[in-house]
């Protein structure tokens, strides 16, 4: 069973960066059809893929209005993925939540992003909050 912790969150004005971590227990880096996934939430918006990271082809994807400034990468031998979030704004403040899809064999790809569902394992999630 896949268990997900994250930590990193907190509070930064405009500009600043923060990274999250997740460290993994359960979750496979090696057998194919596996995703991890960063999704965030604000108050009253619903949940919005930020990121995510397959291992059929370990390439990263990101929505457009974090491309350039969010970073998703992943130490296999540290069971931990990260997300490095660079030139924060105010509208990125939300609920950052690490998720895990596993042995679904989804073809990888930013479409992903847009199904939240199908990532079935979440961790407790960690509070990013940018100041203007």
């Known amino acids: 069973q896949v268990r997900l912790v994250e930590s990193g969150g907190g509070s930064v004005q405009a500009g600043g960066s923060l990274r999250l971590s997740c460290r993994t227990y359960?979750?496979?880096?090696?057998?194919?059809?596996?995703?991890l996934g960063w999704f965030r939430q604000a108050p009253g918006k619903e949940r919005e893929g930020v990121g995510t990271?397959?291992?059929?082809?370990?390439?990263?994807y990101y929505i457009e209005s974090v491309k350039g400034r969010f970073t998703v990468s992943q130490d296999d031998a540290k069971n931990t993925v990260y997300l490095q979030m660079d030139n924060l704004k105010p509208e990125d403040t939300a609920m950052y939540y690490c998720?895990?899809?596993?042995?679904?064999?989804?073809?990888?790809?930013?479409?992903?992003?847009?199904?939240?569902?199908?990532?079935?394992?979440y961790g407790q999630g960690t509070q990013v909050t940018v100041s203007s």
């Open positions: 359960g979750y496979s880096y090696s057998t194919k059809g596996n995703c």
């Open positions: 998720t895990a899809l596993s042995n679904n064999h989804v073809r990888p790809g930013p479409w992903l992003l847009a199904h939240p569902s199908l990532y079935t394992t």
């Open positions: 990271i397959c291992t059929d082809d370990v390439i990263p």
